[in-house]
């Protein structure tokens, strides 16, 4: 599969997919991509620039969501241009998908709207690539049938990504055979190490966890 002018699956190299979870500012954004950037390409990893603009799934009604669309993007389209980096970011039902794909490379579904039909198909209409991260509360071998509602649009340049599955409260756990079950979806399979060891609420009005393991 061509991801953001490279190859991706099986039989090609790792690369990866990077950056703060959602945008904070202008500077941070800039200085995080140019310093991932820069060590991508001295190790010869293909490298895609990740940020939000709009984090639509936070634990609290006060927590910190992003500096919004038109902002966001305008940042996102700075990377790119400046920096000739790919990017990608996640969207959400009330998105205005037109106007995001014609700014990033790459759209992202969140885990949790892994079973919307609907979120989905349009995501996949727009004709970019698209990271589908698997539900928490998913068996691997369900993300066929999110793939399938993809596909039906016509496209086929699709990411699956484990992310973790719940573990009782607060808790996720990776399931290794996951990452070769979901080859049966024939997408490449992406693994977020970061989300994978969240503690989703664990702080109560906040997400905890053990970054110590991402590693």
């Given at each position: 599969m061509r991801l953001a002018g490279f190859e991706v699956g099986s039989q090609n190299p790792l690369f990866l997919i990077a950056g703060p979870c959602v945008i904070e500012s202008e500077a941070l954004v800039m200085t995080t991509?140019?310093?991932?950037?820069?060590i991508t390409a001295e190790?010869?990893?293909p490298f895609v620039f990740k940020a939000s603009f709009d984090k639509a799934n936070r634990s609290?009604?006060?927590g910190f969501r992003g500096l919004g669309v038109e902002r966001g993007l305008r940042i996102l389209e700075r990377v790119r241009a400046e920096l000739g980096v790919p990017v990608l970011t996640d969207v959400h039902e009330d998105t205005p998908l037109d106007e995001v794909a014609a700014v990033v490379d790459v759209l992202q579904t969140p885990a949790l709207l892994c079973r919307q039909t609907d979120f989905i198909v349009a995501v996949a209409s727009r004709g970019k690539p698209v990271n589908l991260k698997k539900g928490q509360f998913l068996a691997p071998w369900e993300m066929t049938n999110v793939v399938d509602k993809a596909r039906s649009t016509g496209n086929d340049a699709l990411l699956v990504c484990e992310r973790g599955v719940s573990f009782g409260y607060n808790n996720l756990v990776v399931d290794m055979r996951s990452l070769a079950i979901l080859r049966a979806t024939r997408c490449p399979v992406v693994f977020d190490a970061t989300h994978a060891v969240q503690q989703p609420g664990a702080?109560?009005?906040s997400s905890g966890g053990?970054?110590?393991h991402v590693p």
């Open positions: 991509a140019e310093r991932l950037k820069a190790l010869g990893v609290s009604v006060s702080l109560g009005a053990e970054r110590e």
